[in-house]
């Protein structure tokens, strides 16, 4: 353990997945099952499923899903939670609205939106913002509450046009609340699209899992998890990371 501190935290990083792939490997050599497969013959059935296009397509079609969904849900529950947390009195009478939204499941989200709605792809979004929009909403709603008063008051005396006083005073103080609702947001709603996917689409990865169950294809299963959950990753390095150390940047300057 003593050596473990002069590695520099960069290669610790660095090693911890190959090292869960080579255990995850050595346990499937022992076990020799057929639904515990080795990271080797996932990334077999990744490749294959990738060269005949079929993974590549579903990806897209989930990946359209997740962003539109994710879009729509973060300009909700950023608008309610902002109303919520700079209005007392209405932030007191939808409370109660937000823990019922919070604590709803969200498979009966899902159910009764395809009952509703029918098995449409507007049903399937639908049910998708619902299921986001409280803890969005309840996110900003905290955001808003911490805003500094004393400076948007500095801000009013120096006569700052209102444009100026949303963009430059107010907005950044809500840009660390809005990131981490976003994070947080963006590992949920691909979940909660998977599972609409195996409801009540018939395109997708989570149609596909369900197909793969059926079959009891474990390898595909992982195949596809790993392969969204890859796509998920880079989204996450190429878009929100540069996002939250541009927006976050004036409170290290």
């Known amino acids: 353990m003593n050596a473990l501190k002069h590695i520099p935290d960069f290669w610790v990083r660095a090693l911890s997945l190959p090292v869960f792939f080579v255990l995850w490997e050595i346990v499937a050599a022992v076990l020799q099952s057929p639904v515990f497969p080795g990271p080797v013959t996932v990334a077999l059935n990744m490749w294959y499923h990738l060269t005949d296009g079929h993974l590549v397509s579903s990806v897209l079609i989930t990946l359209r899903r997740v962003v539109l969904s994710f879009v729509i849900a973060m300009l909700v529950g950023i608008a309610i939670g902002i109303l919520m947390g700079s209005r007392r009195r209405l932030g007191l009478f939808l409370e109660d609205w937000l823990i019922l939204g919070l604590n709803i499941p969200a498979l009966v989200v899902i159910i009764l939106s395809f009952i509703w709605f029918g098995l449409t792809e507007t049903a399937a979004i639908l049910?998708?913002?619902?299921?986001?929009?409280?803890?969005?909403a309840v996110i900003l709603k905290e955001g808003a509450k911490a805003v500094d008063r004393d400076l948007m008051q500095v801000a009013q005396i120096y006569r700052l046009p209102w444009q100026e006083r949303l963009w430059q005073v107010y907005l950044p103080q809500l840009y660390p609340y809005i990131m981490s609702a976003a994070r947080s947001g963006l590992s949920l709603i691909w979940k909660i699209?998977?599972?609409v996917e195996l409801l009540g689409r018939s395109d997708g990865v989570g149609f596909d899992l369900h197909g793969f169950f059926?079959?009891?294809?474990?390898?595909?299963?992982?195949?596809?998890?790993?392969a969204f959950i890859g796509v998920i990753l880079f989204f996450e390095m190429l878009i929100l990371r540069p996002a939250e150390r541009r927006l976050t940047a004036w409170r290290l300057a």
């Not at 059926?214 to 596809?224: G, L």
């Open 127 to 136: 049910a998708v913002v619902v299921n986001k929009v409280p803890l969005v």
């Open 193 to 195: 699209v998977l599972v």
């Open 214 to 226: 059926q079959f009891f294809d474990i390898a595909s299963i992982f195949a596809y998890t790993f």
